[in-house]
């Protein structure tokens, strides 16, 4: 089947940037938007990266913030981490992926693991899909690949429960003095 071809050829050959590939000069937000359409393995643009995505990113702290308002590499290499992830991970749960596994790492190191394991990832599901399947088959095919996800989506949902339990994130200041606020207080304690 020709589309499965081209499909498999593109999860075989097409591959975000490589660090030293990318952009060594910082970028505006539009130029930003436009280098992340080529970082990602899309089909459609339902899923287009927009510039107040971009700004809650960094709001909700899964994004540094500008250097001004100019973005670098490191904007670049979370970016193509944040947008491939938030595909099978509630925004939240990438957060929690994002800040565990980038506290005290270097960013460019951080980015390389993520592209390696990216090629693993993809290289396996490349080999899942059998090319000469009938239309007959195809909804085999499919449920096959989402299951597959859906196993590996509950995997990754307990690691970060497991991750949580065994050295729970600080809460951010401002939320923790919003919840103290918030608490009624026991007058006979008074």
Not at 75 to 81: D, E, I, K, N, V
Not at 133 to 145: F, G, H, K, Y
Not at 168 to 178: D, G, S, W
């Amino acid at each position: 089947m020709e589309e499965l071809k081209e499909l498999k050829r593109r999860l075989a050959e097409e591959r975000p940037q490589t660090w030293d590939a990318m952009p060594d000069i910082n970028l505006y937000m539009d130029q930003l938007i436009s280098c992340m359409a080529r970082q990602r393995i899309h089909y459609d643009e339902r899923d287009t990266l927009t510039s107040a995505m971009v700004n809650n990113y960094i709001k909700d702290g899964l994004l540094p913030r500008a250097e001004g308002k100019r973005y670098s590499r490191i904007h670049l290499g979370y970016l193509t981490a944040i947008c491939a992830l938030k595909q099978v991970l509630s925004v939240k749960d990438v957060g929690r992926l994002v800040k565990r596994g980038s506290e005290g790492e270097d960013p460019q190191e951080l980015y390389e693991n993520f592209l390696r394991e990216l090629d693993k990832a993809l290289s396996a599901t490349t080999d899942a899909l059998d090319e000469d399947v009938t239309d007959d088959e195809l909804p085999r095919l499919a449920l096959s690949l989402a299951l597959h996800s859906y196993a590996d989506q509950l995997a990754c949902q307990r690691i970060l429960a497991i991750m949580d339990a065994r050295n729970p994130m600080p809460e951010k200041p401002e939320k923790a003095k919003k919840e103290k606020a918030a608490k009624p207080r026991d007058k006979a304690a008074e």
